[in-house]
């Protein structure tokens, strides 16, 4: 079965820093990575994904994660925090063999100070 | 595509009435998720389907809860009777057959059992 860690259920970056979200995750066979973000009153909307091509993905909205299978990890980041990046964030895994269903970490909150 | 759509998007009802949730996923789509959302349990996969066949039902908290896929752009989400502790956000999601393809979300209904 898998599983996703996400440390760290709430962080604050002011305006202009990087942000820095991490996410571990557990799994027997390679898996598929993603990166979610939800606005509040929303649903989830794909940030990016990891599907064993490159192992630095890049998203929307200028963020990238990148794929250590040392590590089994899969941090998202940004260099520059803007307002609008305030929302809720997601790291997911899924499996092939387990159909496409996702396995979501707990979220990290972000709050982005002026 | 308009995307996923559900309906409704807020549902208030009383403790011991039944509440049907529904969603039409994006045309083409073969995967058909539901999940519950919660602040104390984050993100919970329900049940999901694949060609409208059920595959896997294990995260469906009781026999109150039940999930239909009559034909591919349509399914519903039963609940009978409602209890208070059923109240969270309630999302269907689809994705395609080829693994690693992302989940595309719906609105989310917000329901709420008093």
């Not at chain 1, 089994?72 to 895994?93: G, I």
């Not at chain 2, 039944?18 to 959302?37: A, N």
Request: contains cysteine; glycine residues 8%.
């Amino acid at each position: 079965a898998q599983s996703v860690t996400q440390l760290g259920s709430h962080v604050s970056v002011s305006e202009g820093a990087l942000v820095l979200l991490r996410c571990n995750y557990s799994s027997s066979v390679p898996p598929y990575l993603f990166w979610y973000v939800q606005y509040p009153n929303q649903g989830l909307q794909l940030l990016l994904k990891y599907t064993s091509a490159a192992t630095l993905v890049k998203g929307i909205n200028g963020f990238e994660a990148e794929f250590k299978k040392s590590e089994t990890s899969f941090h998202l980041t940004k260099p520059s925090a803007h307002m609008s990046d305030a929302a809720e964030y997601f790291c997911a895994v899924s499996l092939k063999a387990a159909g496409n269903k996702l396995t979501f970490g707990g979220g990290t909150r972000v709050l982005v100070k002026p | 595509d308009a995307g996923v759509i559900q309906s409704p998007r807020h549902e208030v009802t009383e403790m011991g009435q039944e509440v049907t949730l529904r969603c039409k996923p994006i045309s083409g789509h073969d995967y058909l998720f539901w999940y519950r959302q919660t602040m104390m349990r984050g993100l919970e996969l329900l049940i999901y389907f694949n060609n409208n066949v059920p595959i896997d039902d294990s995260g469906m908290p009781e026999d109150r809860f039940s999930a239909k896929m009559p034909n591919a752009s349509f399914s519903t989400l039963k609940i009978q009777p409602s209890e208070p502790r059923d109240s969270a956000v309630y999302f269907c999601a689809s994705s395609l057959t080829s693994g690693g393809t992302e989940a595309f979300f719906g609105q989310g209904t917000r329901l709420t059992v008093v």
